[in-house]
């Protein structure tokens, strides 16, 4: 059964940072390119970052410079280290990607960016 859980989602500080995983299962997991994505509340889902299965990445304008997305292919699990929080990052955070021809998402991990 193909699975994403997240994980390391919590409550920091603006200014402060955060490293979310998302371990895959039930697929070949380094054949295929991920994403982490985010939905605020009342908004809707914004990427935030992609990896390709070689580790090419790239980034929304918000994530540019603050955020680095990364993989461990021998894991089975993708990363997402965050620096420099603002509250406008509040969210709950997914990992997604294109599996078998079906888009797969994990559950999601909240992201409280607050004083």
């Known amino acids: 059964q193909v699975q994403l859980a997240e994980s390391g989602g919590g409550l920091v500080q603006p200014g402060g940072s955060l490293r979310l995983s998302c371990a895959a299962s039930?697929?070949?997991?380094?054949?295929?390119?991920m994403n982490w994505v985010r939905q605020a509340p009342g908004k809707q889902r914004e990427l935030v970052a992609g990896i390709t299965w070689a580790g090419n990445t790239n980034y929304a304008d918000s994530a540019k410079g603050r955020f680095t997305i990364s993989r461990d292919n021998a894991k089975n699990t993708m990363y997402l280290q965050m620096s420099s929080l603002k509250p406008e990052d509040t969210a709950i955070y997914y990992c997604s990607g294109r599996i078998n021809g079906r888009d797969v998402w994990g559950q999601g991990t909240q992201v409280t960016v607050s004083s």
């Open positions: 039930g697929f070949t997991f380094g054949n295929y390119a």
